[in-house]
């Protein structure tokens, strides 16, 4: 090579492309597509859940005089499905929506008070029992760590889960609502 070529060649600019701005623009918004239409998609699900469960009657609100308390608990609602199988969630409702919630067990029922969702109330001779156990749709803990409680509304059985702020108070719960079910069906006789 001569002189002339070596000095034409090095005043050219030879930096590499770095960023190809389209071809990155073009990737984050068809990734941005993508997640908006999965959430879509969800969203749909939920209200074709909901509407395959329309079926289900409106909730019972709590009575005037409730009676007698028999624990209250402070803690999550976790949601409520088909009992005996943990993953059909109950989306009919607002049954579906996780939320703070408390608990209150009265000789008339059981009285869930939910921030921002809607409360709910099962009457006595609803409820079938309660128990430990590891998990419902959309939530596993420990085991034990969750309160499950067993109730009929419109012909159907359903398990709600819950969890105290205080674990340990689970155990009690569990002998209160069964305690209060043998009550009412023996009662009820």
Sequence with gaps: MNTATTLLAAAEPHSQKVTDWADRIGWVVGLLLFIALMYWLMRQGWKW????????????????????????????????????????????????????????????????????????????????????????AGKVLTEGGLLVVTWEHGGRLIDSGFRSERAADHPAWVEAVDSLTTTTREGAR
Excluded at 78 to 91: E, F, Y
Excluded at 107 to 117: N, P, Y
């Design 49 to 136: 859940r909901g509407s395959l469960q329309s079926d289900l009657p409106e909730l019972p609100a709590p009575p005037d005089d409730p009676g007698a308390q028999r624990l209250t608990m402070t803690g999550r609602y976790h949601g409520s499905t088909t009992a005996g199988q943990w993953l059909d969630r109950i989306v009919a409702r607002g049954l579906g929506v996780r939320s703070r919630a408390q608990l209150s067990l009265t000789d008339a029922g059981l009285d869930v008070v939910r921030r921002g969702a809607q409360s709910f109330f099962v009457p006595a001779a609803s409820l079938r029992g309660a128990r430990l156990d590891k998990g419902i």
